[in-house]
């Protein structure tokens, strides 16, 4: 009982410590699990360009504006040789092991980052300069080596000519923003995450929204009749359902994994901010004291179970939602007969969206008005009182 | 009320659904749908405040420059749980956090219950309220805020420092002039024995001499010397000049410690003490023993603020009636602005009392806030320096209180006439 206790006092609200709490870790570790599946799921649903397009190129190397690198980084080492080795690109690799090299290339950015970040002021200044500098080295040494060995050989001369020299670091520029298209927001979400910055994490969030987005747009039908960049639109139509009971289509599932990874991604990694906020803002002294640990605890916990039980009542709702206008459809279906049935029927059954999208909307309303009905905090707020009860 | 969070969720979600269904697509509206149903889900959980708060603090009358624990026990009395909310204990700002913190983040169950501990030091004499306790739900996804007050409040009042000024008097001319007087020996409530006298109805039990009674054969009382020898006054000029100076050094906080000590001395020798403050009225509070005295002195003193002009003359012409024959009095003043001070302590002098000018030094307190010129400052010393020795040409003990000397040191340098 006295080991016990002691591992208890042993316990305190340092950040070092806290850094390295269960809880903590988990929604880290739950925040990053997030983020690499959305870029997969992304990676495959918006990842490839249309089949005309492929036919186009015949055989050769191309380029479509998808969430994929390696396509890219092929069409770009036609013209010059990448100077990131093709294994750290993916290059050459197919499936996920062409995320491995680039994610490797993230992981250690987050690693250093964060681990200057626990460094002095000084040893982060030297770094940017000393970055700066190899940069200013690697633009000019170039040119100033071909001028005037141009000059050598040829008498003097005005540097115009050389001035291509300057673009020598170009390559490997657009080598990290053919790789910054889907692994600009990991590598700001794992530094984000790992490296406790909000504003990467929304960084990372309104850049994954920003791609659907983008990519909404330029598939629409009318931008791409116009203007073909050979990217592969979603299906208009969201498909039969056909999983959990006929509950969501694939389509469907697909695409709702993916709005509820981003969501488990922002607010798991925002929760271990926060929690590590509050435990930095308190006193030394209140660091150590019992009833501010045992609080803690009590938050991060209800934290944690919040995420779970919100996150999976979330994606749920949203299911059902999704397949509210099929209730209606069926109830409207039992009023056989009258012509306003028939219509409303008509109208629900449209195959586009508006009719899914008023009856989820319905139903988001009758979600939101279950809390005026049910008292659930006191059932919850009961049951919770009656197992302590039998537990003392 | 809703957050930026949540009100930016809520906007993206209708606007990715309305997007959405612009251009049938599938991602935009699943991805709108999911932020309203988290909102909605969100929405079931609501904290709450009805709590049980009790404070309990280490003292409630302080002394400048104390410390205090305060303890604040928060109790979940209803059947649900509070959810994630802060707790805010509001301490007024003249108090400053000495160890731990006034807030804690919690969730209780039903029944369950916390305690926070944080001690306050107080640099600043005064009337205070430590409460009401704030109190503020935050969704666990920071996406609803509510804030509340629950009204528990506890007073305290800061009385300024009293500083040892025993053997400071001691050394100085300050005590000498009372020697005389301490040999008075008049009937009254003390503790030496002064004479027997006959009882008289009314006279306690306890005092009769029952050997005298035995040895006369007639109920006789003792009677005891009165231990109050003296009645001092202490005139704390509390005018609106006296604000001069910073917060914590000024010529009003300088002239409380002086008062306090004071009169917190000569209570202590069981003299009666009595304290007249005057700025935009006068305050008389009439001269007393005891601690109780004591308590009414530090009282009111807590409660002093700077304002008005009340010249000192009209102090002394209104209480000359009620100041007894050979009292000392202590006049706490910077002398600043008030041409009326040197007919008064003229004329306090000029009937015997013995008269002590403690006076802070509003230039040097004024040189702690602002610059002066180094010639302003020395034709403004000069000047001072010229009233205080005319005053001390009155007969009155005068002492330049200098702001970075200590109440001890000060009174040990008396000028005498």
Same mark, same amino acid.
């Given at each position: 009982?006295?080991?016990?206790?002691?591992?208890?006092?042993?316990?305190?609200?340092?950040?070092?410590?806290?850094?390295?709490?269960?809880?903590?870790?988990?929604?880290?570790?739950?925040?990053?699990?997030?983020?690499?599946?959305?870029?997969?799921?992304?990676?495959?649903?918006?990842?490839?360009?249309?089949?005309?397009?492929?036919?186009?190129?015949?055989?050769? $190397?191309?380029?479509?504006?998808?969430?994929?690198?390696?396509?890219?980084?092929?069409?770009?080492?036609?013209?010059?040789?990448?100077?990131?080795?093709?294994?750290?690109?993916?290059?050459?690799?197919?499936?996920?092991?062409?995320?491995?090299?680039? !994610?490797?290339?993230?992981?250690?950015?987050?690693?250093? /980052?964060?681990?200057?970040?626990?460094?002095?002021?000084?040893?982060?200044?030297?770094?940017?300069?000393?970055?700066?500098?190899?940069?200013?080295? /690697?633009?000019?040494?170039?040119?100033?080596?071909?001028?005037?060995?141009?000059? $050598?050989?040829?008498?003097?001369? %005005?540097? !115009?000519?050389?001035?291509?020299?300057?673009?020598?670091?170009?390559?490997?520029?657009?080598?990290?923003?053919?790789?910054?298209?889907?692994? $600009?927001?990991?590598?700001?979400?794992?530094? #984000?995450?790992?490296?406790?910055?909000?504003?990467?994490?929304? %960084?990372?969030?309104?850049?994954?929204?920003?791609?659907?987005?983008?990519?909404?747009?330029?598939?629409?039908?009318?931008?791409?009749?116009?203007?073909? !960049?050979?990217?592969? $639109?979603?299906?208009?139509?969201?498909?039969?359902?056909?999983?959990?009971? #006929?509950?969501?289509?694939?389509?469907?599932?697909?695409?709702?994994?993916?709005?509820?990874?981003?969501?488990?991604?922002?607010?798991?990694?925002?929760?271990?901010?926060?929690?590590?906020?509050?435990?930095?803002?308190?006193?030394?002294?209140?660091?150590?004291?019992?009833?501010?640990?045992?609080?803690?605890?009590?938050?991060?916990?209800?934290?944690?179970?919040?995420?779970?039980?919100?996150?999976?009542?979330?994606?749920?709702?949203?299911?059902?939602?999704?397949?509210?206008?099929?209730?209606?459809?069926?109830?409207?279906?039992?009023?056989?007969?009258?012509? %306003?049935?028939?219509?409303?029927?008509?109208?629900?059954?449209?195959?586009?969206?508006? #009719?899914?999208?008023?009856?989820?909307?319905?139903?988001? !309303?009758?979600?939101?008005?279950?809390?005026?009905?049910?008292? /659930?905090?006191?059932?919850? #707020?009961?049951?919770?009182?009656?197992?302590?009860?039998?537990?003392? | 009320?809703?957050?930026?969070?949540?009100?930016?969720?809520?906007?993206?979600?209708?606007?990715?659904?309305?997007?959405?269904?612009?251009?049938?697509?599938?991602?935009?509206?699943?991805?709108?749908?999911?932020?309203?149903?988290?909102?909605?889900?969100?929405?079931?959980?609501?904290?709450?405040?009805?709590?049980?708060?009790?404070?309990?603090?280490?003292?409630?009358?302080?002394?400048?420059?104390?410390?205090?624990?305060?303890? =604040?026990?928060?109790?979940? *009395? @209803?059947?649900?749980?509070?959810?994630?909310?802060?707790?805010?204990?509001?301490?007024?700002?003249?108090?400053?956090?000495?160890?731990?913190?006034?807030?804690?983040?919690?969730?209780?169950? &039903?029944?369950?219950?916390?305690?926070?501990?944080?001690?306050?030091?107080?640099?600043?004499?005064?009337?205070?309220?430590?409460?009401?306790?704030?109190?503020?739900?935050?969704?666990?996804?920071?996406?609803?805020?509510?804030?509340?007050?629950?009204?528990?409040?506890?007073?305290?009042?800061?009385?300024?420092?009293?500083?040892?000024?025993?053997?400071?008097?001691?050394?100085?001319?300050?005590?000498?002039?009372?020697?005389?007087?301490?040999?008075?020996?008049? &009937?009254?409530?003390?503790?030496?024995?002064?004479?027997?006298?006959?009882?008289?109805?009314?006279?306690?039990?306890?005092?009769?001499?029952?050997?005298?009674?035995?040895?006369?054969?007639?109920?006789?009382?003792?009677?005891? +010397?009165?231990?109050?020898?003296?009645?001092?006054?202490?005139?704390?000029?509390?005018?609106?000049?006296?604000?001069?100076?910073?917060? =914590?050094?000024?010529?009003?906080?300088?002239?409380?410690?002086?008062?306090?000590?004071?009169?917190?001395?000569?209570?202590?020798?069981?003299?009666?003490?009595?304290?007249?403050?005057?700025? @935009?009225?006068?305050?008389?509070?009439?001269?007393?023993?005891?601690?109780?005295?004591?308590?009414?002195?530090?009282?009111?003193?807590?409660?002093?603020?700077?304002?008005?002009?009340?010249?000192?003359?009209?102090?002394?012409?209104?209480?000359?009636?009620?100041?007894?024959?050979?009292? &000392?009095?202590?006049?706490?003043?910077?002398?600043?602005?008030?041409? +009326?001070?040197? &007919?008064?302590?003229? @004329?306090?002098?000029?009937?015997?009392?013995?008269?002590?000018?403690?006076?802070? @030094?509003?230039?040097?307190?004024?040189?702690?806030?602002?610059?002066?010129?180094?010639?302003?400052?020395?034709?403004? *010393?000069?000047?001072?320096?010229?009233?205080?020795?005319?005053?001390?040409?009155?007969?009155?003990?005068?002492?330049?209180?200098?702001?970075?000397?200590?109440?001890?040191?000060?009174?040990?340098?008396?000028?005498?006439?």
């Amino acid at each position: 009982m006295d080991m016990v206790e002691k591992e208890k006092t042993r316990e305190t609200l340092h950040i070092p410590l806290l850094r390295r709490k269960w809880q903590i870790l988990t929604f880290q570790i739950l925040s990053t699990i997030s983020l690499l599946i959305v870029m997969i799921r992304m990676n495959i649903l918006y990842g490839s360009c249309t089949e005309e397009f492929i036919l186009l190129a015949e055989g050769s $190397a191309y380029w479509c504006p998808a969430y994929e690198h390696t396509r890219g980084l092929v069409w770009l080492s036609n013209t010059h040789d990448p100077l990131i080795p093709n294994f750290l690109l993916g290059i050459g690799q197919s499936g996920l092991s062409s995320f491995s090299g680039p !994610l490797l290339l993230c992981i250690l950015c987050t690693v250093s /980052w964060s681990y200057i970040l626990t460094k002095g002021e000084k040893l982060q200044n030297d770094i940017k300069k000393g970055a700066g500098i190899i940069l200013a080295l /690697w633009v000019f040494i170039p040119f100033l080596f071909t001028w005037i060995s141009s000059m $050598a050989f040829n008498g003097p001369e %005005w540097p !115009l000519k050389h001035f291509g020299a300057l673009f020598s670091p170009m390559g490997f520029f657009l080598e990290l923003v053919f790789l910054g298209v889907v692994f $600009a927001p990991i590598l700001a979400g794992l530094m #984000g995450i790992w490296g406790l910055s909000r504003r990467l994490i929304t %960084w990372a969030m309104g850049y994954f929204l920003l791609v659907i987005g983008i990519h909404a747009i330029l598939t629409f039908e009318e931008i791409s009749g116009a203007f073909d !960049l050979g990217l592969l $639109a979603l299906p208009s139509q969201i498909g039969k359902s056909s999983m959990f009971g #006929g509950l969501i289509s694939p389509l469907g599932f697909d695409l709702l994994l993916i709005s509820i990874l981003l969501l488990i991604f922002l607010e798991s990694g925002l929760a271990a901010i926060t929690h590590l906020e509050y435990a930095m803002s308190l006193p030394e002294g209140s660091k150590n004291d019992i009833e501010y640990i045992k609080q803690f605890n009590n938050v991060v916990n209800s934290n944690l179970i919040h995420l779970v039980v919100i996150i999976s009542l979330t994606s749920f709702t949203t299911m059902l939602a999704l397949q509210f206008d099929d209730l209606l459809v069926s109830f409207v279906g039992i009023m056989q007969g009258s012509q %306003w049935s028939g219509q409303v029927q008509e109208s629900l059954e449209l195959q586009m969206t508006y #009719g899914k999208v008023i009856s989820a909307s319905l139903f988001m !309303l009758v979600v939101a008005g279950m809390r005026y009905i049910i008292p /659930w905090q006191r059932i919850f #707020g009961y049951i919770e009182m009656n197992i302590n009860n039998l537990r003392s | 009320m809703w957050t930026r969070k949540g009100t930016i969720l809520l906007a993206s979600g209708v606007s990715l659904i309305l997007i959405g269904m612009m251009i049938s697509n599938f991602q935009f509206i699943i991805i709108g749908l999911t932020f309203i149903a988290f909102l909605s889900i969100n929405g079931w959980v609501d904290g709450h405040s009805e709590l049980e708060i009790s404070r309990e603090l280490s003292a409630y009358n302080v002394y400048k420059g104390d410390k205090i624990m305060v303890d =604040l026990t928060i109790t979940n *009395k @209803s059947y649900k749980r509070t959810q994630q909310i802060e707790i805010f204990d509001n301490v007024p700002h003249e108090m400053k956090l000495h160890f731990g913190i006034n807030k804690m983040k919690i969730n209780l169950g &039903p029944g369950q219950s916390t305690k926070i501990s944080y001690f306050v030091r107080c640099p600043l004499r005064g009337y205070y309220t430590i409460g009401p306790v704030s109190v503020r739900y935050r969704n666990v996804f920071n996406l609803f805020v509510n804030e509340s007050k629950i009204d528990s409040r506890s007073d305290v009042t800061v009385f300024p420092q009293v500083r040892d000024i025993e053997e400071a008097l001691l050394k100085s001319d300050v005590p000498n002039m009372y020697t005389g007087a301490t040999t008075l020996k008049t &009937p009254g409530p003390g503790m030496e024995f002064y004479s027997l006298r006959e009882y008289i109805p009314g006279d306690s039990f306890r005092s009769i001499n029952w050997k005298a009674f035995a040895r006369t054969g007639e109920l006789m009382v003792n009677e005891k +010397t009165r231990d109050a020898v003296t009645d001092v006054f202490i005139f704390l000029d509390i005018r609106d000049v006296s604000r001069i100076g910073t917060v =914590l050094k000024n010529s009003l906080e300088m002239g409380t410690i002086a008062a306090a000590s004071v009169a917190s001395h000569f209570l202590k020798r069981r003299d009666s003490v009595a304290l007249v403050t005057y700025g @935009s009225k006068m305050d008389y509070l009439g001269p007393e023993t005891g601690d109780k005295q004591n308590f009414k002195i530090l009282s009111n003193l807590a409660s002093v603020s700077a304002s008005g002009s009340m010249p000192l003359q009209a102090v002394t012409n209104a209480l000359t009636s009620r100041i007894s024959r050979g009292s &000392p009095i202590f006049i706490i003043s910077s002398l600043e602005g008030d041409g +009326t001070t040197l &007919p008064a302590i003229r @004329s306090l002098a000029g009937r015997g009392h013995e008269v002590i000018v403690l006076s802070p @030094s509003s230039i040097d307190l004024e040189r702690l806030v602002s610059r002066i010129p180094r010639l302003s400052y020395e034709v403004l *010393k000069l000047e001072r320096q010229n009233r205080l020795t005319a005053i001390s040409g009155y007969g009155a003990k005068v002492i330049d209180w200098m702001p970075d000397v200590e109440l001890s040191q000060a009174l040990m340098q008396v000028k005498g006439s």
